[in-house]
């Protein structure tokens, strides 16, 4: 027997589902989803989680932790390891030649597990204190790499290198302190104002007019004339 008599045995392939073309078919009209209803419609129940309308799993459970999209994972290596290589600088880069890191991971973090006998110059993203100890102690060096700018940093920076320089402060108080003398200056020169007019003694300007001679006053038997008794009956009656 060949490859090419090689045969799939009997209902292994089976022909792939039409539906909705025609009567004839079978399944036609409402193609095999009977009438109407939840399950006649389109979109609906075909989604990962869904338990027939009742609260899915994944919203039951508690939520807890968060993710951070920014952050960064760095491999790792104990101090102890860094003696398989010789002597002298040791980065992430020759970590990976030696087969010490094999991930391709944001950087390298140095753990502080074992001893070192050789000077070894270090250039990772983190180093642990006891780690930095050994190296330190051998007679070798350590320097933290600096963290890459994100997006979002270099697109500020580029902003920042694209403004005008700011003038430092010395010009702005010596511009204001000019503007300050020049205020004071044009204050000065300003004409002086008139005199004011002489005023007269106190004497002259207390004139008084002579006074009005009151009229005479008529005796009180002449201005309150009595009405006759007469008038009086009269208006009894």
Do not use: C, W
Not at 63 to 79: D, H, I, S, W, Y
Not at 86 to 112: E, H, S, T
Not at 174 to 200: D, H, N, Q, T, V
């Amino acid at each position: 027997m060949s490859l090419h008599q090689l045969k799939a045995p009997r209902g292994a392939n089976r022909e792939r589902k039409r539906v909705g073309r025609g009567q004839a078919s079978g399944l036609g009209k409402t193609a095999g989803r009977g009438g109407k209803g939840q399950k006649a419609r389109s979109g609906n129940m075909h989604f990962e989680g869904f338990e027939g309308g009742q609260m899915p799993l994944q919203r039951r459970l508690p939520k807890f932790g968060f993710a951070n999209a920014f952050r960064r994972e760095l491999e790792e290596v104990q101090v102890g390891s860094l003696s398989k290589l010789p002597a002298g600088a040791v980065d992430l880069a020759a970590l990976k030649q030696v087969g010490l890191v094999r991930g391709n991971r944001d950087g390298l973090v140095v753990l502080g597990k074992g001893e070192l006998s050789a000077a070894y110059s270090v250039k990772a993203e983190r180093v642990t204190a006891g780690a930095r100890a050994t190296i330190e102690k051998a007679g070798g060096t350590v320097e933290i790499l600096p963290r890459p700018q994100t997006m979002g940093e270099k697109a500020r920076a580029e902003r920042a290198a694209a403004r005008p320089p700011r003038k430092p402060v010395a010009e702005k108080v010596e511009k204001a302190e000019k503007a300050e003398k020049k205020a004071a200056g044009e204050k000065a020169e300003k004409k002086p104002a008139a005199p004011k007019a002489e005023k007269k003694p106190a004497a002259e300007t207390a004139e008084k007019k002579p006074a009005a001679e009151t009229a005479e006053k008529k005796p009180a038997a002449e201005t309150a004339e009595k009405k006759p008794p007469a008038e009086k009956d009269e208006k009894a009656k």
